[in-house]
Every structure is written in C-alpha cells, then in structure tokens.
C-alpha cells in the first residue's frame, strides 16, 4: 500500500473527548494568546504523558495557540488540560499586556458617571 501524502487528512487515534476526560470546559478563561509559563514542582513527576508534554513545551513562556501546534491538539483540548494544569500549580498564566494595567481613566470615569446619575 503507498504512503498516503502529506496534506492527506489523518484521524488520531485517541479522541479528544478521551484527552480532557470528557470534560468541554476549562477552569480558566484561555484564549489562543494566551501566555503560559512553566513552575518546577515536585508533584511534576507524578503527571499523566500529556501533561508531561505541556511541561515539555512550557518551559518559557509560550502561547496556547504555539503550544496546540508543537503538540497537534485543537487549542479547545489545551485550554482544558491547561486549566487543570494550572489548577494544580503546575503552570501559570502571564496576565495580558492589555489587562494587567486595569481598565482606562475614561472607561473609569464612564462608570461613576452612570453610578452617579442612578
């Protein structure tokens, strides 16, 4: 039988719905930007194989959406096994540029303005 070209759709043989157990929704509000790092903890060794390959990927700090390339897995899949990673202490989350300084002065003074005219 000939190799099957490389553009040629291939199934994996484990399901996805098997990878996060069964589970749809992460813990945690994770996007395709967002930016994981990895910890060192001694309860590293005793994870499951996809765990150890998150840890693997995740020694800087790398987007989720890098991180579901390197390991061939739907970012919906990470964003459930990362989740459960950071909930262990395994991983964190580096906060977005954009949201770790809060919101504007504008947006600020916005919302006292409609508080004050209720």
């Known amino acids: 039988m000939p190799d099957a070209p490389e553009d040629d759709y291939v199934d994996h043989p484990i399901r996805s719905y098997v990878r996060t157990g069964g589970r749809a929704r992460p813990t945690h509000r994770l996007t395709p930007a967002t930016l994981l790092i990895g910890h060192t903890s001694p309860r590293a060794t005793s994870v499951g194989r996809q765990e150890r390959e998150v840890l693997?990927?995740?020694r800087g700090v790398i987007s989720m959406a890098e991180m579901a390339a390197h390991l061939g897995q739907p970012v919906?899949?990470?964003a459930v096994i990362a989740s459960d990673m950071?909930?262990?202490g395994l991983i964190g989350v580096r906060p977005d540029s954009?949201?770790?300084?809060?919101p504007s002065r504008e947006t600020l003074q916005k919302v006292l303005h409609a508080l004050n005219h209720l």
Do not use: E, F, N, P
């Open 98 to 102: 954009d949201t770790a300084a809060g």
């Open 86 to 88: 950071i909930d262990a």
């Open 76 to 78: 919906s899949v990470l």
């Open 56 to 58: 693997s990927q995740c």
